[in-house]
């Protein structure tokens, strides 16, 4: 699913700014932030695909 590879794409992407924010980068911190609120959406997309999918089953 497209949705998913869009999701993990995300997280994968905060990895290097997560690892800066907890040195105590404010920047990165931002970053992380954002990113974190794709990942929000992106998940609830997935999700809501999932519950479609599953209704066009039954």
Do not use: F, P, W
Request: hydrophobic residues 35%; charged residues 40%.
């Amino acid at each position: 699913m497209e949705d998913y590879e869009k999701l993990k794409d995300l997280v994968e992407s905060a990895a290097e700014d997560v690892a800066k924010a907890c040195g105590g980068n404010k920047a990165a911190g931002t970053r992380v932030r954002k990113i974190m609120q794709e990942v929000k959406e992106a998940a609830q997309t997935v999700r809501k695909k999932i519950l479609e999918t599953r209704a066009q089953e039954q």
